[in-house]
């Protein structure tokens, strides 16, 4: 059974920094395309960032994808938080090597709260 947790999320100023974990049960996250999205309140689901089973990190702007084979995590740090990043924010998978379906992906977690406030 896949199993996905998320961690990491909590209420921080605007300007500071966290960083997510996304840690999986039941297969192997490094053979696999990974992607971390959020959900604010009164808005649909977007895609942060996405990283393919081939590529140790992504980049862009602020954000980081990153994994951590030996934990069987992928990671998203945020660095410059803004009000406007404050959401829920999911990672999920599947059995895909790359991005191309990933808001279609199987398997995602419960999702971790950031609150980007002064």
């Known amino acids: 059974q896949v199993q996905l947790v998320e961690s990491g999320g909590g209420l921080v100023q605007p300007g500071g920094s966290l960083r997510l974990s996304c840690a999986a049960s039941?297969?192997?996250?490094?053979?696999?395309?990974v992607g971390w999205y959020r959900q604010a309140p009164g808005k649909v689901r977007e895609g942060v960032l996405c990283?393919?089973?081939n590529d140790g990190s992504s980049v862009k702007g602020r954000f980081t994808i990153s994994r951590d084979n030996p934990k069987n995590t992928v990671y998203l740090q945020m660095n410059s938080l803004k009000p406007e990043d404050t959401a829920v924010y999911y990672c999920a998978t599947d059995m895909e090597l790359n991005c191309t379906n990933q808001y279609f992906f199987d398997y995602w977690g419960q999702g971790t709260q950031v609150t980007v406030s002064s």
């Open positions: 990283i393919s089973s």
């Open positions: 039941g297969l192997t996250l490094n053979h696999y395309a």
